[in-house]
């Protein structure tokens, strides 16, 4: 439970020493309660407080980390209901079912399969992180063979804690997330994963044997878990998902504040569906989604979706200032310039993609800000951006001509462009990009 | 002691509006959607197909133009279609009209949407092509044409309510009134609609959704906090029903329309397409909606076999959905 400014102050030392750079130890407090500062700045705190500072200042859904390299992901770490609250941390990991029946070679074609979706947006990639491997007798030779054959992190599957063992030492430094632990094996699940430093995860057969769970298997020193409900519906997974988020956020409930693993794979046959499922998912709160199988169909939306919802809404995604050439423009190519919000950019370079015209796209610095916003805030003024074609971009050495294209929304700025730009014909492009083939079919550089 | 969901009390809820002359209701949530553990859902969200008023040409996307072969360029026989697919309703989007194409008149925009009507028996969305004047000239000629009949006509907005608006409202028509991803604005348009004396009930809230990929987030975030306005702040000028033109936004995307065998990362192209529609749909069916218009009949087919299940409860078969290939990668 979250202390007050002055339940903390009770537990401070109350010197008035400073140390902290605050100069009392009740605005010290009062910044602790706020989130602005930190325990470790006051170095005389008894221990006892300490402990219970750090109790209650501990996030309400424990992040944490599951696999390794590029691949590593965190699961928890929420603070908010509704994205527009603050914004959503850690983006769902999605994973592949791997059977430890299937043979190593079988095995291995898979995950380099799964490994090479991959793609590159706003200068992030978007992949699937993860395999989750399921068996028991061959589970660690299976879940070796997908280390050894692709950089996507684990989770292993097996109610066995002997198999468990076995295959999370063939994965050391790997950081599996290993389970599942329920009330028949929990005990021997933990001591393997307390030997290994892995984090764990539970399945129960509901809610309230959750709390059962995380219980036990914090006496038994395990800290780092996550919470398969054991929902196999499409509704209970999601109200589940839905309860937990509210156990941990609302009512501060210890023993729900983790984050999720479900199983769109055992709710559903179908892949078409379990990506139906798993978007529900992505949306409501889940940690991790499995499914049956990979691929491009089934998880490029998965990704889409997952990079739209965890985006923070308080910071604009940005392309990078320069130039972007598209199909394969020359000397004699059009050239477009527009701001460095990534919708922009990304709608702008498509259709001008798509209407196969070779020309040279300008991205200037907008600060994030839409065409309209941008030049509404001064960011796409006609100096700045006569300036930035001229001197910055270095378009002048890759074009013959002097024309340069702005969008429509921007027409304001092309008399102040052209005084920045003497001999330069400044041209008004549409001011929706779906306007933009016809423009260039028609259009013709000076 | 057992597990106790912590619950909202809601104050509000969004107006049941009744479309067509055959009074489908939608709306009439009082809880967030799907959580009928703290409030009652009594409609489940509706499923519109879009048609068009023209064959597409060359620019459609493929995997649509083979779902409605033989239909396309007869918005009658493409009507008939969509309501066999399943569409509660059908969205006829009036593309012949656009000034940047082919620029056509009042009497072909009337024309079709009497084919439309003359085709099916369910409510019909009739939508122009967001060009302030085009949109005036059309719709309100369909509005005085088809008096009565409740169409479900748009985009309205700020710049044009006032005309179609007293159309809408001397005819009996429901509005669509788009705004640009923002509450405030969705507020504002809604306020001037219903000082022309539009009824709370015939009016359907756009608030001009984003494609997958390319800015869903922010009509996402719009949705819930206009949801939140609605039913925890009980704002009665907040409380229509969502619509999501949403297939047409999936479709016209780069990913949509690139070949299986040109980029076999990204997978299959129908079942890729397919399921960029149905991953945005699930996605807006959290965020609020009411009324999504689809472009792809199989994408309809598991959203509401979803929103089925998501409803009522139970397991979800596969009654013979897409059966998507695995790609394999050189
Ligand atoms: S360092 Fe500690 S004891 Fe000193 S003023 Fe800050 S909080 Fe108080």
Known sequence: MALTGIQIFKLLPGTNCKKCGSPTCLAFAMNLASGKAE???????SDESREKLSAASAPPIRPVTVGYGDTAFKVGGETVQYRHEKTFFNPTAIGGLIEDTLSPGDIAAKVKRWQALQYNRVGLNLRPELAIVKGGANLAAAAKAVVDNSDLSVILYSEDAGALKAATEALAGKNPLIGPATVANYKDVAAVAVAAKVPVWLKAKDLDEVAVLTKGLNEAGVKDLVIDTGARTPKKVVQDSVALRRAALVAQNRDYGYGTITFPNEITDSLALQVAVAAS??????GIVVLSDLDGAVVFPLLLQRLNIFTDPQRPMTQTEGIYPINDPDENSPVLVTTNFSLTYFIVSGEVEASRVPSWLLIKDSEGLSVLTAWAAGKFSGDDVGQFILKRSGIVDKIKHKSVIIPGYAAAISGDMEEELPGWKVAIGPREAAHLTKFLKEFKVE | MAFQVSTIKYSGKINVTPLGAQKIELGGQAAFPFYDFEGSLP???KLALQIWDIDPGEGYSAPLAEAYKGA?????????????????????????TDPNDQNAGAAEAVAATQKVLDAVDVPVIVFGVDNKDKDIETLSAICEKFAGKNLIVGPITDKNYKQIGAQALAYGHTVIARSPIDVNLAKQLNILLMDLGIKADKILIDPNTGGLGYGME???SV???LQAAALLQADDKLQQPIINMLGEEIWKTKEA???????????????????MEVTEAVSLLFAGTSLLVMSHPESLKIVRSFIDKETDGGDLKDEGFIKVPITPIA
Do not use: F
């Open chain 1, 39 to 45: 325990l470790e700045k006051c170095p005389d705190v």
């Open chain 2, 218 to 220: 922010y009509c996402y």
């Open chain 2, 72 to 96: 396309l360029g007869d918005p009658g026989t493409w009507a008939k279609k969509a309501v066999e697919y399943g569409a509660d309703i059908v969205c006829l989007c009036l593309k012949s």
């Open chain 2, 43 to 45: 409609h489940k969200t």
């Open chain 2, 223 to 225: 949705m819930e906090r």
């Open chain 1, 281 to 286: 998912l992505v949306a409501k709160y889940a």
């Open chain 2, 257 to 275: 329309n690139q070949k299986t065998e040109d980029v076999p990362t990204l997978g299959d192209q129908v079942s890729r397409g397919v399921l």
